[in-house]
């Protein structure tokens, strides 16, 4: 069973506007959060990285946000441009080893001029 | 920067083939990874190694086996290539403990 939901699935949205994706996770012990951009083709790149005592991280037009008590986190892009198109991949660190990841299905975002 | 490359970015195999995916970093990281990605799913992670010749089970290993006989270098065979190995697979490597992991720009593996 996938410890780590995200929603929406995919979705659309025109160039400049913003959009929020959502993460829901049952994983524990936690340790961290990160949320990877996947482009098309490629593997996955880390935009932020958030731990048990942190609750928003930024990395330009991208903003994460963690609640610990409720298991949540959410990814804000601002602004969105056409390279913002891609699958955006939240991950969970179940241990400070970091070896042990469980990874969400990702949420595929299509930026339209 | 952290480099991780991958020895083919598409491999098209027949049923029953041996494969061989190779993955090389620069970083000088003791741990290296090999997941599969499929549509609908997550990363799954395979196997993974913390160091030269260890390896450990991941949560899919049946049908693969892996190699690192150096550092720098882990390969991911697939004994007898099966149509349900077909796959988007990625390599990564990381730093321990609890260190973000680099990933390669993945295999797309089809087998007939």
């Known amino acids: 069973k996938n410890q780590v939901e995200q929603s929406p699935q995919s979705l659309i949205i025109l160039e400049g506007k913003n959009c929020t994706l959502q993460c829901n996770y049952t994983v524990s012990p936690f340790s961290n959060l990160r949320w990877y951009k996947q482009d098309t083709g490629r593997g996955p790149v880390s935009l932020t990285i958030m731990t048990f005592s942190e609750n928003t991280k930024s990395n330009g037009r991208y903003t994460a946000t963690l609640d610990a008590d409720t298991k949540q986190s959410s990814l804000h892009i601002t602004a969105s441009q056409l390279s913002d198109s891609a699958s955006y991949i939240c991950?969970?660190?179940?241990?400070?080893?970091?070896?042990?990841?469980?990874f969400g299905a990702g949420t595929t975002v299509t930026v339209r001029a | 920067d952290v480099k991780v490359t991958q020895s083919s970015r598409y491999l098209v195999k027949r049923t029953g083939e041996k494969v061989f995916l190779e993955c090389v970093q620069d970083?000088?990281?003791?741990?290296m990874f090999w997941y599969r990605q499929d549509p609908g799913l997550g990363l799954r992670l395979i196997y993974f190694?913390?160091?030269?010749?260890?390896?450990e089970k991941g949560d899919i290993p049946e049908g693969y086996s892996v190699s690192r006989e150096k550092k720098e270098r882990f390969s991911l065979i697939l004994e007898s290539a099966s149509t349900n190995q077909t796959s988007m697979y990625l390599c990564a490597s990381s730093l321990p403990p609890g260190r973000e992991q680099y990933f390669g720009p993945g295999t797309r593996l089809t087998v007939t």
């Open positions: 970083m000088d990281h003791e741990n």
């Open positions: 991950v969970v660190s179940e241990t400070s080893y970091g070896y042990k990841l469980s």
């Open positions: 190694s913390y160091d030269v010749k260890m390896k």
